[in-house]
T-cell receptor, first 115, second 116 residues
Framework: AQKVTQAQTEISVVEKEDVTLDCVYE???????LFWYKQPPSGELVFLIR??????QNEISGRYSWNFQKSTSSFNFTITASQVVDSAVYFC????????????FGAGTRLTVKP | DAGVIQSPRHEVTEMGQEVTLRCKPI?????LFWYRQTMMRGLELLIY????????DSGMPEDRFSAKMPNASFSTLKIQPSEPRDSAVYFC??????????????FGPGTRLLVL
């Protein structure tokens, strides 16, 4: 079965610092999807990005960027010039094509951005 | 379009009582998912439906848990009888038909359940 590891339990940075959240995954499937979700203190889960296994292009969206590397089974998330509003728990998730509704989440990384 | 709607947002009940959580998926989505989030176990998939039919309920912890989807716009997750260890945040999510090539699951705001 698929597995997602977010080794960083908590990260604390000062505003304007760059921060990278790591995500390592395991899967036997050649076709799969990777996701990042944000869970702010209010508790809802907010979708950030989806990547399929055939698209290794890195993506940038404003201050957010994602680095997908199949060679290392990683899908890391970088926030540039962090802001206090970025404080949240960030979850990486994986679903496999043969069973792409069984999405497995990592344990999450709690990011605290201090002013 | 409104997102996934869940009710109630908060529920406090006593052990042994029946609890019913409700979810309205995004209109047009064919898949509906129930998740549970706890500090100990993180986010766990409990059950999901496709076109109102339960597909995989292997994540349902015990027979005390049951879920139904009587129509495309409504689902319930019921716990009977509830126990303190059921205290968690329960999320409902929905996703479009797979033919749209969008496997993204869109989450509701969650129901925070506390069983005393």
């Amino acid at each position: 079965a698929q597995k997602v590891t977010q080794a960083q339990t908590e990260i604390s940075v000062v505003e304007k610092e760059d921060v990278t959240l790591d995500c390592v995954y395991e899967t036997r499937d050649t076709t799969y999807y990777l996701f990042w979700y944000k869970q702010p203190p209010s508790g809802e889960l907010v979708f950030l990005i989806r990547r399929n296994s055939f698209d290794e292009q890195n993506e940038i969206s404003g201050r957010y960027s994602w680095n997908f590397q199949k060679s290392t089974s990683s899908f890391n998330f970088t926030i540039t010039a962090s802001q206090v509003v970025d404080s949240a728990v960030y979850f990486c998730a994986l679903s496999e094509a043969y069973n792409n509704n069984d999405m497995r989440f990592g344990a999450g990384t709690r990011l605290t951005v201090k002013p | 379009d409104a997102g996934v709607i869940q009710s109630p947002r908060h529920e406090v009940t006593e052990m042994g009582q029946e609890v019913t959580l409700r979810c309205k998926p995004i209109s047009g989505h064919d898949y509906l998912f129930w998740y549970r989030q706890t500090m100990m176990r993180g986010l766990e998939l409990l059950i999901y439906f496709n076109n109102n039919v339960p597909i995989d309920d292997s994540g349902m912890p015990e027979d005390r848990f049951s879920a139904k989807m009587p129509n495309a716009s409504f689902s319930t997750l019921k716990i009977q009888p509830s126990e303190p260890r059921d205290s968690a945040v329960y999320f409902c999510a929905s996703s479009p038909d797979l033919t749209t090539k969008d496997e993204t699951q869109y989450f509701g705001p969650g129901t925070r359940l506390l069983v005393l």
